[in-house]
């Protein structure tokens, strides 16, 4: 159990519906990571905050997708008007400030767009 | 060119053999490596970092990293059907926190 958590674990919606997903990470942990991952991919970066802030985005998030973490602590990621192409595994990690290497990733959430 | 390159496999080898895991990359600003173990559905779970050149042991794992090739290894020993899982490669540059980048992962399977 590495301690970062996430919910749901699986989420099935249709086409054009939005989704929200949560991270809460490990408590000492002030930088929290998002990333998605396909089939047969590695984790693909997303977004990243430093306490509340959100420090960096990739390209890969569109317009559609949002990521808050109010107060440092858990973050939420939200999808508006989802695709087929969004079907992945969203991840979550979390890192202690000064670590560099030592992520620590949630179980991930499965999205399935129908 | 891909970031980071990694034979996806699958690759198959006997309960207690030594098995061989690599990773290419292109960016000499990447000093951080980790390797990281995620089984079917489940996030990935960290094994071995390492910082700059070098080796790095633990238990049955062995971590290499050889920064004048670009080139990174994963050794684990005496390898158990438990070790069946994908192994992903991953660096991070100088700017920590703000630049993971991952492989595609190896599919490993230690057969019994």
């Known amino acids: 159990d590495t301690g970062v958590s996430q919910d749901p674990r699986h989420k099935i919606t249709k086409r054009g519906q939005n989704v929200t997903f949560r991270c809460d990470p490990i408590?000492?942990?002030?930088?929290l990571y998002w990333y998605r991952q396909t089939l047969g991919q590695g984790p693909e970066f997303l977004t990243y905050f430093q306490n509340e802030a959100q420090l960096e985005k990739s390209r890969l998030l569109s317009d559609r997708f949002s990521a808050e973490r109010p107060k440092g602590s858990f973050s939420t990621l939200e999808i508006q008007r989802t695709e087929q192409g969004d079907s992945a595994m969203y991840l979550c990690a979390s890192i202690l400030d000064g670590g560099v290497g030592e992520q620590y990733f949630g179980p991930g959430t499965r999205l399935t767009v129908t | 060119q891909k970031e980071v390159e990694q034979d996806p496999g699958p690759l198959s080898v006997p309960e207690g053999a030594i098995v061989s895991l690599n990773c290419t990359y292109s960016?000499?600003?990447?000093?951080?490596f980790m390797w990281y173990r995620q089984y079917s559905r489940k996030g990935p779970e960290l094994l071995m970092y390492t910082y700059s050149s070098g080796n790095k042991e633990d238990g049955r794992f062995t971590a290499q990293v050889d920064k004048s090739s670009k080139y990174i290894s994963l050794f684990i020993r005496d390898s158990q059907p438990s070790d069946s899982a994908t192994y992903l490669c991953?660096?991070?540059?100088?700017?920590?926190?703000?630049?993971?980048?991952f492989g595609p992962g190896t599919r490993l399977s230690v057969l019994p």
């Open positions: 408590s000492e942990h002030n930088r």
């Open positions: 960016n000499s600003a990447f000093q951080y």
């Open positions: 991953a660096m991070s540059d100088r700017n920590y926190g703000q630049n993971f980048v």
